[in-house]
């Protein structure tokens, strides 16, 4: 697993972005079946697959938030405040949905979160380097490449989050450590996950 040091600073949770080596998470796990969506959900009680979606927000101890990804961006929120944690999934279609704007939306409403207050972490996706696209991706664009986490770090920004952490890793660089659904078309998937102690 890798971790993301100003997360590690937080002793009442703990977290980890999965890589192809990692074993998968034990515990009360609730997840989602990935739609490439905005669609949030708040988890409180319950664990399993909930449902359709890509986000999972809990104020809830003692239950795991995870999500799954092989290029995709999963991106993994505190607030050390409320005590609030959220997992997101971001490919290119819920990126341009904005589902990460949508689950600090959800916590601003739900749990009183202020994005000031959170700590933000950006886990081994595909990186600008390997990430070619055509006209179908409605991202900004250089050299034939898009840069899903400048895409998402400028949510997090324009929503007021300032402690953004990036592994900076790419998932299609890298086949000795991350499953790259690009590179191998038939792969496995990475489990990121974040929970209260």
């Not at 005590?83 to 749990?111: C, D, E, I, K, P």
């Not at 409605?138 to 952490?165: C, H, K, S």
């Not at 450590?177 to 078309?185: A, G, I, Q």
Request: one cysteine or more; a neutral charge; proline letters at 8%.
């Amino acid at each position: 697993m890798i971790s993301a040091p100003p997360l590690d600073a937080l002793p009442w949770m703990h977290h980890g972005f999965g890589t192809r080596h990692s074993p998968p998470p034990a515990g009360r796990i609730a997840t989602l079946r990935q739609i490439h969506s905005a669609t949030v959900w708040s988890v409180r009680d319950v664990s399993g697959c909930l449902g359709e979606g890509d986000a999972l927000i809990t104020d809830e101890p003692g239950l795991l938030l995870a999500i799954r990804t092989a290029d995709c961006v999963p991106i993994l929120l505190a607030d050390p405040v409320r005590r609030v944690v959220a997992a997101v999934h971001a490919g290119w279609r819920g990126t341009v949905a904005g589902v990460l704007t949508q689950t600090l939306s959800q916590m601003r409403q739900n749990y009183e979160t202020k994005p000031a207050d959170l700590v933000a972490a950006i886990g081994p996706a595909i990186g600008p380097c390997c990430f070619a696209v055509g006209s179908e991706v409605p991202l900004p664009v250089v050299d034939g490449r898009a840069d899903l986490w400048a895409a998402n770090r400028r949510q997090l920004e324009n929503e007021g989050v300032t402690r953004i952490w990036s592994a900076e890793q790419c998932t299609m660089c890298k086949p000795e450590t991350f499953f790259s659904f690009r590179r191998d078309r038939e792969t496995g998937r990475m489990i990121s996950a974040i929970g209260i102690r």
